[in-house]
C-alpha cells in the first residue's frame, strides 16, 4: 500500500496547503495535504478532494504559500501579492459530468453520460493527448487528463472547454474551474478509489472495456502516457472566443419591496468593483457574493423561495455564473441552502 500511495500522491498533485473534504457536506481543510492523507482516502477514512490550482510552484515569486489575508464581512479573503496570472499551474485537469437523478439535474442518463465522457475521450486522442475515465459516486463521469510537467492552468482549461465543444456533449465543468484566481484554493475534485465506496464500480477508472481498472493498473497505465504540455498548448487554441452575453435588467421580485439597508443595495448596484472578480472560485468572486447576498437575506428573515428568485435576477443581471444553463435554479439554490444553514448555526 506505502508504495502506491506514494504513486497517488504523485498523480494527483494539486495545491499542497488545504483538502476538500468532499463528504455529504464539502468544505475546505487549511492543513498540508500530506502522503497521509492520500493514504487515508485509499483505506476509507476520509474522503478526499485535491485543488487543482497551483500559484507558483517553482517559487519564483511568493510560492503556493504566499498568501495574505484580510477578513471582510466575516469571510477570510486570501490574495497573493501582485498576483501573476501566468503563474497559475495545474498538473491534470479533469471534466466532470454529473448523471440525472431525482435530486440533481444532470447532463443525462448514466448510459448516456458514458457515451459523452467516451466521445470526450476520442476528441483528447485525436489530438494525442491521452485521458481516462472515472465512474464517479453518483453515476456520473470524470474524465482525467494528467501532464509531464506543470502546466498553465489557462492552457488545460482551454484545452478541456475546446474538447467540450467539438465533442458537442453536455458537461457540468472542468476543473481547473478558473483560468486564475486572486488567492487559493479555487474548486477541488474527489479522488477516485476511495476505500469506503460502497459499489466496486463506482469511484474507478474505466479501461477500454468499460470494467473497473485496480489502482495499481491505474497508475502504471496514466504515468506512462503523460499528455505533453505542447499538445495541451495546441489543443487550448481550438477554443472558440466566447460570445458576448447582453445583460439584462433584475425583474424585480414581486417581493423586493421588502428588501432594505445592504440588501437593497446589493440587489439595485451589483457588485463593488473593487472586490467583484469573475474568475474567481467557490467562495470568492461571483460565488462568493452570491453566497453573501443569500447569507444577509437569511439573516434578515426572507423566505429562501425568494432569495432563489432575487439571486437568478442577480445571477442574470450581473454574475453570469450559471446563466443560460440549465440548472441554474438548482445551483443557487443550494448555494443558498449552505447561506441558510451558516447563517442558523451562526445565530444559536
Not at 490574495?79 to 503563474?87: N, T, V
Not at 501532464?147 to 456533449?169: H, N, S
Not at 481498472?213 to 498548448?233: C, P, Q
Amino acid at each position: 500500500m506505502t508504495d502506491l500511495t506514494s504513486w497517488f500522491h504523485m498523480t494527483f498533485h494539486g495545491f499542497p496547503h488545504a483538502w476538500g473534504e468532499s463528504g455529504d457536506r464539502p468544505h475546505a481543510i487549511w492543513e498540508d495535504l500530506t502522503l497521509n492523507h492520500f493514504r487515508r482516502h485509499l483505506l476509507g477514512e476520509i474522503a478526499l478532494g485535491v485543488y487543482p490550482m497551483v500559484y507558483d510552484p517553482s517559487n519564483k515569486h511568493v510560492g503556493p504559500r504566499g498568501w495574505t489575508e484580510q477578513e471582510r464581512e466575516g469571510m477570510i479573503q486570501r490574495s497573493y501579492p501582485e498576483m501573476r496570472k501566468d503563474l497559475w499551474l495545474c498538473s491534470w485537469g479533469c471534466i466532470d459530468i454529473d448523471a440525472r437523478s431525482d435530486n440533481h439535474a444532470g447532463q443525462g442518463t448514466e448510459d448516456e453520460v458514458l457515451d459523452y465522457a467516451s466521445s470526450l475521450q476520442t476528441v483528447l486522442a485525436v489530438q494525442t493527448i491521452p485521458s481516462w475515465v472515472e465512474r464517479t459516486r453518483s453515476g456520473g463521469a470524470h474524465v482525467w487528463v494528467f501532464t509531464e510537467t506543470w502546466c498553465p492552468t489557462t492552457d488545460m482549461r482551454r484545452c478541456l472547454q475546446a474538447a467540450e465543444e467539438i465533442a458537442e456533449v453536455p458537461t457540468d465543468s472542468p476543473f481547473p474551474k478558473s483560468e486564475w484566481l486572486l488567492g487559493p484554493p479555487g474548486n477541488f475534485v474527489r479522488l477516485p478509489y476511495w476505500g469506503a465506496r460502497k459499489r466496486h464500480d463506482r469511484q474507478v477508472i474505466l479501461d477500454a472495456d468499460g470494467q473497473p481498472m485496480s489502482l495499481e493498473d491505474f497508475l502504471h497505465a496514466s504515468n506512462a502516457e503523460r499528455a505533453k504540455i505542447a499538445d495541451i498548448k495546441a489543443a487550448a487554441t481550438l477554443k472558440k472566443a466566447d460570445a458576448p452575453t447582453p445583460l439584462t435588467p433584475p425583474r424585480r421580485s414581486r417581493d423586493d419591496g421588502r428588501m432594505w439597508g445592504h440588501l437593497r443595495d446589493m440587489y439595485e448596484n451589483g457588485p463593488p468593483t473593487d472586490t467583484f472578480t469573475p474568475n474567481q472560485g467557490r467562495g470568492h468572486g461571483r460565488h462568493g457574493w452570491l453566497f453573501h447576498f443569500a447569507g444577509m437575506a437569511a439573516h434578515d428573515g426572507h423566505p429562501i423561495d425568494t432569495t432563489v428568485d432575487w439571486l437568478i435576477d442577480l445571477d442574470n443581471h450581473y454574475t453570469r455564473k450559471f446563466t443560460g444553463r440549465a440548472d441554474q435554479d438548482y445551483q443557487l439554490r443550494q448555494l443558498a441552502t449552505k447561506a441558510y444553514d451558516a447563517t442558523r448555526s451562526e445565530q444559536r
